[in-house]
């Protein structure tokens, strides 16, 4: 599972992850409304804490996605409000 937080967000976006042991990689990326990657984050671990520096990023709609050994896993959307 993956809670991102605050939304929308405004200079950073904090992960706060738990994946299963079975997975080998995760990572967590973030999208544009046009699909460009803008953002990915490799997730260490089985658990963790992570903060993602947003405030250069355009104000806007944005997806980020859980990715488990190169399978997306959840998709949710993100705003930006900088």
Known sequence: SI????????DVLNLEYSLDPKYGEGYFILHNMLGAKVTQVNLHGVAGKIVVPVAELNRGVYFYSLV???????????FIDN
């Open 3 to 10: 809670n991102v937080h605050p939304n929308p967000a405004q």
């Open 68 to 78: 488990l050994d190169k399978k997306v896993y959840s998709t949710k959307k993100l």
